[in-house]
Nanobody, 127 residues
Framework: QVQLVESGGGSVQAGGSLRFSCLAS????????MGWFRQAPGKEREFVAG????????YYTDSVKGRFTISKDNAKNTVYLQVNSLKPEDTAVYYC????????????????????WGQGTQVTVSS
């Protein structure tokens, strides 16, 4: 089992920045990749960014490229999401996820590809 705890959400004005952290504990040696998803009110949860735990290869959804940066610190078992130039449409609950399968290199956008989820952290961006 892997446990994930997110932190770093909050309320900011448009154009502002935040940095999320996701601390993994437990069987972290089983993690192949981690990702960040978000769910806005009334919408489905969607992929935002992902990172391979060993290689560090990163993946982004088009709407956040150039504004969001995912990174990791294996020694701290922590994945980060730096979010800049925030827009009101970025308002959502942001979730950290971890997956064990190497197929994540292909399926990283899919919610079902991840085995473990954090509790989420709220981000509110005002105009």
């Amino acid at each position: 089992q892997v446990q994930l705890v997110e932190s770093g959400g909050g309320s900011v004005q448009a154009g502002g920045s935040l940095r999320f952290s996701c601390l993994a504990s437990g069987r972290t040696d089983s993690i192949y990749a981690m990702g960040w998803f978000r769910q806005a009110p009334g919408k489905e949860r969607e992929f935002v960014a992902g990172i391979s735990w060993n290689s560090g290869k990163t993946y982004y959804t088009d709407s956040v490229k150039g504004r969001f940066t995912i990174s990791k610190d294996n020694a701290k078992n922590t994945v980060y999401l730096q979010v800049n130039s925030l827009k009101p449409e970025d308002t959502a609950v942001y979730y950290c996820a971890a997956g064990r399968s190497s197929y994540l290199s292909i399926t990283y956008r899919s919610l079902g590809a991840y085995d473990y989820w954090g509790q989420g952290t709220q981000v509110t961006v005002s105009s």
